[in-house]
């Protein structure tokens, strides 16, 4: 049974950092591509970053550039976010997803949350909640 279990969400202070982590079962992560995506009040869901399976090439969106540090560990099965300089835009349910590399060419492609499904997972997500 594939599981990804998200933790490490919270009330934090701008200005802060927070590291999220995601805990993945069922299926061997190494061959899967990786995302976190955020989810603001009446938005649509967004990829914030990715990695892809086949290259380990890392995926930002031009606006989060500098802040978010996605990483993995295949020998743990864990994938962490690291967020710097929090700022109240950041508020929302952060999710971890995981795709078969077979499925996802680039980690751009993994960041389209629509991308995701059919044949990918996702977690049940976090609150991030950031207090000015």
């Known amino acids: 049974q594939v599981q990804l279990v998200e933790s490490g969400g919270g009330l934090v202070q701008a200005g802060g950092s927070l590291r999220l982590s995601c805990a993945t079962s069922?299926?061997?992560?190494?061959?899967?591509?990786i995302g976190w995506f955020r989810q603001v009040s009446g938005k649509e869901r967004e990829g914030v970053a990715c990695i892809s399976s086949r290259d380990g090439s890392i995926y930002y969106p031009d606006s989060l550039k500098g802040r978010f540090t996605i990483s993995r560990d295949d020998a743990k099965n864990m994938v962490y976010l690291l967020i710097n300089s929090l700022n109240a835009e950041d508020t929302g349910v952060y999710y971890c997803?995981?795709?078969?590399?077979?499925?996802?060419?680039?980690?751009?492609?993994?960041?389209?949350?629509?991308?995701?499904?059919?044949?990918?997972?996702w977690g049940q997500g976090t609150q991030v909640t950031i207090a000015s």
């Open positions: 069922g299926f061997t992560l190494e061959d899967y591509a």
């Open positions: 997803a995981a795709k078969a590399g077979l499925f996802i060419d680039t980690a751009r492609e993994m960041c389209i949350a629509d991308a995701i499904s059919p044949m990918g997972y």
